[in-house]
């Protein structure tokens, strides 16, 4: 069964698309069929796996014409990673959309006739709650939420949780928390274990183990296009995000032993 993760956050700057690259490609390796939807104009992920910006063939196509979506999906470096592209067209894409019937379930629409190809399809959001994150959030099984650890995370935290409370309600009843990410996080620095304790008393389960450190080559590697597996695996940022995969893997199993 194919796991619909979105990793949303309003806020910028909190690692959202390093996180959607390095988890895709990290969840590939370890041989998962993997299908990665950049939803954001500024289409950084896409650029980030080495990919051509598409306005023709991305995603805001295939959110106004759905059966063109087998035609959108592009090969990456990775023989078990496809992705929909972005383009920064998909700004007036979304503005387009806001007069279609069912506005809200156009990615649903898209990407589910493409999904059972796929054991996990990613989902990059812009940092806002408009239209394109509404759509995600209907669309997907569960939200990653990555943090990073600053004295306003709670407050960015609570808001992307209420939104989540709200579209369960309103719009998809499975919708939930897959789980609360620490990005940019530093040893030597007293505010991020502040942070993440704070944050972790609050929402305990949810929040993932392994923060992901901060590492100057996720940036780097983003530049080439690449992910940080291939600039430097032995890097501190190719190890949390393969411990991330395995915490994203391993709930899967728990949840398939229970049933869920």
């Known amino acids: 069964m194919t796991r619909k ?14 996180t959607a690259i390095n988890m895709a490609a990290a969840l590939a390796l ?13 289409a950084n992920a896409t650029s980030g796996l080495g990919s051509r910006r598409s306005r023709e063939r991305g995603i ?9 979506t087998p035609e959108c999906l592009t090969t990456t470096r990775y023989e078990l990673l496809d992705i ?10 979304e503005q387009s959309l806001v007069k279609v019937r069912k506005k809200e379930r156009r990615l649903a629409q898209a990407v589910g006739c493409v999904e059972a190809r796929y054991d996990y399809v990613l989902i990059d959001c812009p940092p806002s709650l408009g239209l394109l994150p509404l759509n995600a959030l209907v669309y997907a099984d569960s939200v990653l939420i990555p943090i990073q650890c600053e004295y306003f995370a709670m407050e960015g935290l609570g808001q992307i949780i209420a939104a989540i409370r709200e579209t369960r309600e309103k719009l998809n009843p499975r919708i939930r928390a ?4 620490f990005t940019m996080f530093d040893a030597d620095v007293e505010l991020s274990h502040e942070v993440m304790g704070e944050v972790t008393r609050h929402f305990g389960d ?19 296009g690449i992910s940080i597996f291939e600039y430097n695996i032995g890097s501190n940022g190719a190890r949390g995000y393969v411990e991330l995969a395995r915490e994203v893997i391993e ?6 032993r229970a049933g869920v």
């Open 5 to 18: 993760i979105a990793i949303c956050n309003q806020k910028g700057g909190v690692g959202k698309t390093t």
């Open 30 to 42: 370890a041989g998962k069929r993997c299908l990665l939807v950049d939803l954001d104009p500024q």
């Open 60 to 68: 805001g196509a295939a959110l106004l014409e759905p059966e063109l």
């Open 84 to 93: 929909i592209p972005s383009h920064a067209a998909l700004a007036m894409v």
């Open 178 to 181: 897959e789980g609360v990410l």
């Open 206 to 224: 949810l929040v993932y183990r392994q923060p992901i450190p901060r590492d100057v080559l996720l940036a780097e590697a983003a530049s080439h």
């Open 251 to 256: 709930h899967e199993r728990q949840e398939t």
